[in-house]
């Protein structure tokens, strides 16, 4: 078993090293590589519990754990020699990306519907992703720059993103916010705070910066967030919502993180309490109204299961489809 444990390693390792990390961070390339060509390493992040080797997971909690980030062969020797922390560790934790640019790629949903907004988030992380109506907005359209920013003035924290075509854009009228996490993160706890941005990958410029922004922002006003499974969990948070707003629920990026049958009903669950915004791999359920035609490496951004674009799945960029936001209005 473990060495069959260690081929997986091997392969997914080698898919990552190849196809994911470059051009974002040349120090994971270069861990991933040496997972690929050194056994003892890779028989290390195969004792790792199966759904938590994930690279970005077992990369971060390398880092949190303080492995050095110089020479590779010293990185490797670190690893081998703290090997039983770092997979007790890797077994206790979670990937909870909790980007707030994902908030780009929502806002020309979210702006199809009329407010107030009651905004409930599935696989909320922190919550860093309820609060679209607390960020400035820079999208770059060609030449053009499209910039909308909150009532009160621009925000600390800006959101920049690439946009194709010409969707209605502006500030959702959100009264109340609340999120369902299996382990939901305090943006007030040192710790949480330093999973989060541990997560963000060496070499992505700006995105730590933006995280830290946000979790102030979180730690200032804290939203309602509530430990539990998302289907079972959504009614009786929905329940809470105040009746003159419309309840919103989003799963941005969540559900390729729950079991397939999972997913049917916490789609089910979403459309029972009310709008459904989400943001997925085509692929990934069948919650669609239509086939989704996303670009390459986009997710579909569908209201309600009507496909209206596709996006960056963080945010850096979104692609309308006119013809879509038309029907969906």
């Known amino acids: 078993m473990q060495q069959d444990a260690v081929a997986f390693v091997v392969d997914r390792y080698r898919r990552f090293a190849r196809d994911e990390a470059p051009g974002r961070s040349a120090l994971y390339e270069s861990w991933a590589e040496r997972v690929v060509a050194d056994a003892a390493v890779a028989g290390v992040v195969a004792r790792v519990t199966e759904t938590h080797r994930q690279p970005p997971l077992v990369f971060a909690v390398m880092r949190l754990l303080g492995a050095p980030e110089g020479e590779v062969d010293a990185w490797a020797a670190w690893v081998v020699s703290h090997a039983d922390a770092l997979v007790a560790e890797c077994d206790s934790r979670s990937v909870q990306t909790n980007e707030p640019l994902r908030c780009a790629a929502l806002l020309p949903a979210l702006s199809l519907i009329d407010g107030p907004i009651a905004l409930l988030e599935v696989g909320a992380s922190a919550g860093l992703c309820l609060f679209p109506d607390r960020y400035s907005y820079r999208y770059r359209r060609g ?45 007030r706890a040192p710790g949480d705070r330093d999973w989060l941005t541990g997560l963000v990958w060496p070499g992505e410029e700006g995105r730590r910066e933006r995280i830290v922004g946000a979790l102030d922002m979180a730690a200032s006003d804290p939203p309602l967030l509530v430990a539990g499974d998302g ?66 490496g986009g997710f579909a951004l569908a209201l309600d299961g009507d496909v209206l674009g596709s996006a960056d799945p963080l945010g850096a960029w979104v692609a309308w489809h006119p013809e879509s936001a038309v029907a969906a209005q």
């Open 143 to 187: 030449a053009d720059l499209v910039a909308l920013d909150p009532a009160d003035g621009p925000s600390p924290v800006v959101l920049e993103s690439d946009l194709e075509g010409e969707p209605l854009l502006r500030m959702p009228d959100i009264v109340w916010r609340a999120g369902i996490d299996l382990h939901p993160l305090d943006a």
């Open 231 to 296: 289907a079972v969990s959504l009614p009786a948070l929905a329940a809470e919502a105040p009746r003159e707003a419309t309840l919103v629920v989003t799963t941005p990026g969540v559900l390729a993180h729950v079991p397939r049958s999972g997913r049917v009903e916490l789609i089910a669950a979403a459309r029972r309490a009310g709008r459904w915004v989400t943001l997925d791999a085509p692929g990934l359920h069948d919650g669609w109204t239509t086939t989704p035609a996303v670009r390459r």
